[in-house]
């Protein structure tokens, strides 16, 4: 059974950064997809990047390229997100997400449980 433990969230000013990460468990594939997504109340999931774990390019949402970036450590199967010159605008719900086609563009079929991000004036 696939695993996806979000941490790092937190509340932050404008300006400042974050690092989350998501601890990946019980895949069996040697190459699949991870990446992040956000939310936030009343609007739809956005993605935000994307990474081949067998290697191959990431991908950003624009209204992130050159702030944020995703990375991983195959040896201890986890995925992050460091994120710079946060902005209001970047406050939501961010979810792990694992899929073997995702970075294809199909749906991730794997969610971790989110974590929390808030950034202030």
């Known amino acids: 059974q696939v695993q996806l433990v979000e941490s790092g969230g937190g509340s932050v000013q404008a300006g400042g950064s974050l690092r989350l990460s998501c601890a990946a468990s019980?895949?069996?594939?040697?190459?699949?997809?991870m990446g992040w997504f956000r939310q936030v109340p009343g609007k739809e999931r956005e993605g935000v990047a994307a990474?081949?774990?067998?290697?191959?390019?990431?991908n950003y949402a624009d209204s992130v390229k050159d702030r944020f970036t995703i990375s991983k450590d195959t040896e201890k199967n986890t995925l992050h997100l460091q994120m710079n010159r946060l902005k209001p605008e970047d406050t939501a719900m961010y979810y792990c997400?694992?899929?073997?086609?995702?970075?294809?563009?199909?749906?991730?079929?794997?969610w971790g449980q989110g974590t929390q991000v808030t950034v202030s004036e």
């Open positions: 019980g895949y069996t594939h040697s190459s699949y997809c």
């Open positions: 990474i081949p774990t067998g290697g191959g390019s990431t």
């Open positions: 997400a694992a899929g073997s086609t995702y970075c294809s563009g199909d749906s991730p079929f794997y």
